[in-house]
């Protein structure tokens, strides 16, 4: 059983064919997703295809949708957490963050606003009892300053591709570190290493469907110039993902499987739920 704990299946790259995109993931073994939400206009939609699906979903406002949500938007937040408290397919407040990689997010206005929309989200995090999935991207310092300022009761570090120090950090908040795409580009030494190094327990897997494809995917700008289509990432990819990373561990396929699954539902509980209780 493999779970896919980051995976944008309300984004627009899907609207053609959703539905076969799912099944065909759940025939590769992914029996669960988790569909975090980037802004208050996607919240319906997720929980939508979570129950649909039998998935589950995160509610939250992205770093970078920060430009156009308005601060209205975290009482919407709260509303939402409170109305959907009993649904047991809501299993984190997400995707959250901060985002420093986009130039048009670093300067000290956007940066200050990142920052009042993460922390707030953290402090509903931390009112509504729920896990919160992380967006690291050039951020992972200052996302620790803030957990250690409003401490969370367990989430994801998705996408993650910092130092052992900042993944240590994160470790000992509680937090889970996603693993997906990157991890099967020969050059990404460093992450490759961290992958190796970390406990097992440390690990759970993502796509980040339909972004951050594998390398088997990944077209260059020169190949896409001559023509060549960009891959689309997609949740089938997982288990193929899985095999890097258990050929790097010198991991059985299994073992992987059971570690990373009962991981994912360490960090995110309901989840855990979710899948006990699967017929």
């Known amino acids: 059983m493999w779970i896919d704990t980051h995976c944008h299946l309300d984004a627009a790259e899907f609207d053609a064919d959703r539905d076969a995109v ?3 993931a759940r025939a590769a073994g992914v029996t669960h997703c988790v569909i975090p ?3 208050a206009t996607h919240w319906p939609q997720v929980a939508e295809l979570a129950q649909r699906h039998g998935d589950a979903y995160a509610l939250g406002i992205h770093p970078l949708y920060v430009p156009q949500a308005q601060e209205a938007d975290v009482l919407m937040l709260d509303q939402a957490l409170r109305e959907r408290r009993d649904d047991p397919r809501l299993v984190a ?3 959250i963050g901060l985002d420093f990689f986009v130039p048009e997010l670093c300067t000290p206005q956007m940066r200050a606003r990142q920052w009042f929309f993460y922390m707030a989200q953290l402090r509903l995090a931390q009112k509504h009892a729920l896990p919160v999935i992380l967006h ?9 300053k803030g957990l250690r300022q409003c401490p969370i009761s367990s989430g994801i570090a998705h996408a993650f591709n910092g130092s052992v120090q900042q993944a240590q950090g994160f470790v000992n908040m509680g937090l889970a570190l996603g693993f997906g795409g990157t991890l099967t580009y ?13 406990p097992l327990s440390a690990l759970v897997l993502e796509t980040d469907a339909p972004d951050i494809p594998p390398h088997w995917l990944y077209q260059t700008a020169e190949q896409r110039a001559l023509g060549a289509v960009q891959g689309r990432n997609n949740p089938a990819e997982l288990p193929h993902i899985a ?4 050929e790097l561990r ?8 059971t570690a990373t ?6 960090v995110l509980p309901k989840l855990s739920a979710m899948y006990h209780h699967a017929p």
């Open 186 to 198: 020969e050059r990404a030494l460093q992450l490759r290493r961290l992958a190796c190094e970390l």
């Open 93 to 95: 407040v997400g995707e």
């Open 37 to 39: 939400a980037v802004h």
């Open 136 to 144: 690291v991207r050039r951020s992972a310092d200052l996302l620790l």
């Open 22 to 24: 799912r099944e065909a």
């Open 250 to 257: 010198g991991l059985p396929l299994t073992d992987l499987a």
């Open 261 to 266: 699954t009962a991981n994912a539902g360490r």
């Open 243 to 246: 095999q890097v990373l258990a």
